[in-house]
């Protein structure tokens, strides 16, 4: 079992064994975790907490895959595209996204987690701007602002999730919040079918109206949810003064106390340049490579196995449905077990055997469709996978909050490479755009494999040095030290 950064008691570092053991252990003035009002606790925080952060996510990678839905109904013939230019609305964002995630991530950290629902009203506005737009220009303008402000988003609530659970209990909270993705992408695909048929309402073509009605919705859902997110838990007012000393209990026996949480170029610069967020980088940059494909090009990839536009929008969403229970599932069983590396590997292996099926080109169009099941399934489970594994093996405070911006952030390059390798001219068989998938899912696979090994022998390293210098004492001011020294803690465990 793994175990995790302890505030030092005394002047003998320790490794606190038991997930059990009560706060009096971890020097909280005495105060001990009473376990029958701590599942009371977790009941409140996950009616509170998750449902409105996931459907505010909903509505968020609605706002993001309606773009792939307009193009078949009517956009680039509308717009008079030429060539790549959609492949170069599609990457537009993603070079936004990539530039102002950290920064929106450490706003966010700095003025509250309502700034999400301000970043949602902001990019709620692009998203009209896309449906009004006349020219090819206006268009990439507006996904440009909406990257800009949707940078922040996914990252915020993983760091404000995260904030509220321990180190066992997040993953599948996180999993239920990132399954809003899967969600949101089936009933998106039924939404624009439906969405589609308003065409010549006011004068504006079908594709218009699927990004009207959702830029509505989005801004209508920030406007209520400025007053729904909840704080930090330093200021969860929703909670009784009971409650919230049991929370901060339990945060600090998870090892996540922060003392000076302060933001400054001077402490975020190493955290940037620490190399397991960018091994986790990569692997994320592999699973979003496949995840930005089917958002983007899915619908046209069914559509050219011979569906309809509104048929291939409808055969979405068993895709995506069986996608939220494979995540579900691997979520609750990483947790329980306290592993993350082998249901990461095993998403990395579902996008090898999918991307597999589509570039061997195989002419019955059901085997093709079940390719899409297990890559889906794959870079669903990969992503929500990594960014908890990530999220657990480091301090909580500023590190985390930068490692979510950069992981989210350069980790979307992925949707670089797969808003261009979907060539126009090589439909229906895409071998550069099945083919590149393919890779990154090996990619990833072998990123996966480094951290964890890394993670391995750093535990086993750690243990001995701590064997070696039990009885060591340490002055005040060490100890005072090694308290922010987040994951380099010598009592830090990465879990693996």
């Known amino acids: 079992m793994s175990t995790t950064a302890q505030k030092p008691s005394g002047i003998e570092p320790r490794v606190l064994e038991s997930p059990n053991a009560d706060a009096s252990e971890l020097g909280i003035s005495g105060l001990s975790i009473d376990r029958s009002l701590e599942k009371k606790l977790l009941w409140k925080l996950d009616l509170r907490v998750i449902p409105a952060l996931w459907f505010l996510f909903a509505v968020s990678f609605m706002d993001r895959?309606?773009?792939?839905?307009?193009?078949?109904?009517?956009?680039?013939?509308?717009?008079?595209?030429?060539?790549?230019?959609?492949?170069?609305?599609?990457?537009?964002?993603?070079?936004?996204?990539?530039?102002?995630?950290?920064?929106?991530?450490?706003?966010?950290?700095?003025?509250?987690?309502?700034?999400?629902?301000?970043?949602?009203?902001?990019?709620?506005?692009?998203?009209?701007?896309?449906?009004?737009?006349?020219?090819?220009?206006?268009?990439?303008?507006?996904?440009?602002?909406?990257?800009?402000?949707?940078?922040?988003?996914?990252?915020?609530?993983?760091?404000?999730?995260?904030?509220?659970?321990?180190?066992?209990?997040?993953?599948?909270?996180?999993?239920?919040?990132?399954?809003?993705?899967?969600?949101?992408?089936?009933?998106n695909g039924l939404l624009a079918s439906l969405l589609a048929k308003m065409g010549g309402v006011g004068g504006y073509e079908p594709w218009r109206w699927i990004f009207i009605m959702e830029a509505i919705i989005t801004?209508?859902?920030?406007?209520?949810?400025?007053?729904?997110?909840?704080?930090?838990?330093?200021?969860?007012n929703f909670l009784s003064e009971e409650e919230k000393k049991l929370l901060?209990?339990?945060?600090?026996?998870?090892?996540?106390?922060?003392?000076?949480?302060?933001?400054?170029?001077?402490?975020?610069?190493?955290?940037?340049?620490?190399?397991?967020?960018?091994?986790?980088?990569?692997?994320?940059?592999?699973?979003?490579?496949?995840?930005?494909?089917?958002?983007?090009f899915q619908p046209t990839i069914l559509r050219d196995l011979g569906w309809t536009a509104t048929s291939a929008q409808v055969h979405t969403i068993p895709v995506y449905a069986t996608a939220l229970v494979f995540t579900l599932a691997c979520a609750w069983m990483s947790d329980y077990l306290q592993h993350r590396y082998s249901f990461t590997l095993f998403g990395a292996v579902l996008i090898v055997i999918g991307w597999s099926i589509e570039l061997a080109q195989v002419s019955a169009p059901g085997v093709r469709y079940m390719g899409m099941f297990f890559v889906t399934s794959g870079s669903?489970?990969?992503?929500?996978?990594?960014?908890?594994?990530?999220?657990?093996?480091?301090?909580?405070?500023?590190?985390?909050?930068?490692?979510?911006?950069?992981?989210?952030?350069?980790?979307?390059?992925?949707?670089?490479?797969?808003?261009?390798?979907?060539?126009?001219?090589?439909?229906?068989?895409?071998?550069?755009?099945?083919?590149?998938?393919?890779?990154?899912?090996?990619?990833?696979?072998?990123?996966?494999?480094?951290?964890?090994?890394?993670?391995r022998n750093e535990n086993r390293r750690r243990d001995k040095m701590q064997t070696s210098a039990s009885g060591k004492t340490y002055t005040r001011e060490e100890l005072e030290h090694m308290q922010d020294l987040g994951d380099a803690h010598p009592n830090f465990r990465f879990q693996m």
């Open 65 to 187: 895959s309606s773009i792939g839905n307009a193009k078949i109904a009517g956009m680039p013939e509308s717009l008079h595209m030429k060539k790549n230019q959609y492949n170069i609305a599609v990457t537009i964002f993603t070079v936004a996204y990539v530039v102002f995630g950290v920064p929106a991530n450490l706003i966010s950290k700095k003025f509250g987690p309502r700034m999400l629902a301000v970043y949602m009203f902001a990019w709620g506005l692009c998203t009209l701007g896309q449906g009004l737009t006349r020219t090819v220009s206006g268009l990439i303008a507006c996904r440009f602002l909406m990257g800009m402000f949707e940078a922040g988003f996914v990252p915020g609530c993983a760091y404000l999730i995260g904030c509220y659970y321990k180190r066992n209990e997040f993953l599948r909270r996180y999993a239920i919040f990132f399954t809003a993705n899967t969600a949101a992408s089936a009933f």
């Open 380 to 455: 669903f489970i990969m992503m929500s996978t990594i960014v908890v594994w990530l999220c657990v093996n480091l301090g909580k405070g500023v590190k985390r909050s930068v490692a979510m911006g950069l992981l989210t952030g350069f980790g979307n390059c992925g949707a670089f490479v797969s808003g261009n390798v979907f060539i126009t001219d090589q439909a229906p068989h895409y071998p550069v755009g099945f083919g590149v998938g393919l890779a990154f899912g090996i990619v990833g696979g072998i990123a996966v494999t480094v951290y964890y090994f890394y993670l």
């Open 219 to 236: 801004v209508v859902v920030s406007s209520v949810s400025f007053w729904i997110i909840v704080p930090f838990p330093e200021n969860a």
């Open 248 to 296: 901060m209990a339990r945060i600090e026996e998870d090892g996540g106390s922060v003392r000076n949480d302060n933001i400054s170029f001077r402490r975020v610069l190493p955290m940037i340049a620490d190399w397991k967020i960018w091994n986790c980088v990569i692997a994320y940059m592999a699973a979003e490579e496949t995840a930005s494909s089917l958002v983007a």
